[in-house]
Nanobody, 131 residues
Framework: DVQLQASGGGSVQAGGSLRLSCAAS????????IGWFRQAPGKEREGISC????????YFADSVKGRFTISSDNAKRTVYLQMNSLTPEDTAIYSC????????????????????????WGQGTLVTVSS
């Protein structure tokens, strides 16, 4: 069975940092994109970052670019989202997702941050940033 386990959420003051982890199992890790999404109360789900495990390419939404980084430890089948310079606007439930191979040319930097691109979802972890 495919499993995605997100962890690392918590409470932090504005300007602080957190590192989220997404542990994956049940699929060929190197063939997938792993994306991070967040949903704040009353807002739509937002795709914020993606890493293509096979080639290591990374993608970020403008809202987090320059503050968040994404990386993977393939041996541990784990993707990390390092979040720096956090603001109260980053408060949300953060989830990771796995998207499998697609026909060549289908995937773009833009659609890698769309929830429709992803096949499997993990549960969320709550991040709360206080001012």
């Amino acid at each position: 069975d495919v499993q995605l386990q997100a962890s690392g959420g918590g409470s932090v003051q504005a300007g602080g940092s957190l590192r989220l982890s997404c542990a994956a199992s049940g699929f060929i890790f190197e063939d997938y994109d792993i994306g991070w999404f967040r949903q704040a109360p009353g807002k739509e789900r937002e795709g914020i970052s993606c890493i293509s495990i096979g080639d290591g390419n990374t993608y970020f939404a403008d809202s987090v670019k320059g503050r968040f980084t994404i990386s993977s430890d393939n041996a541990k089948r784990t993707v990390y989202l390092q979040m720096n310079s956090l603001t109260p606007e980053d408060t949300a439930i953060y989830s990771c997702a796995a998207g499998g191979p697609r026909t060549a040319g289908v995937l773009t930097p833009q659609n890698r941050l769309l929830h429709l691109r992803y096949d499997y979802w993990g549960q969320g972890t709550l991040v709360t940033v206080s001012s």
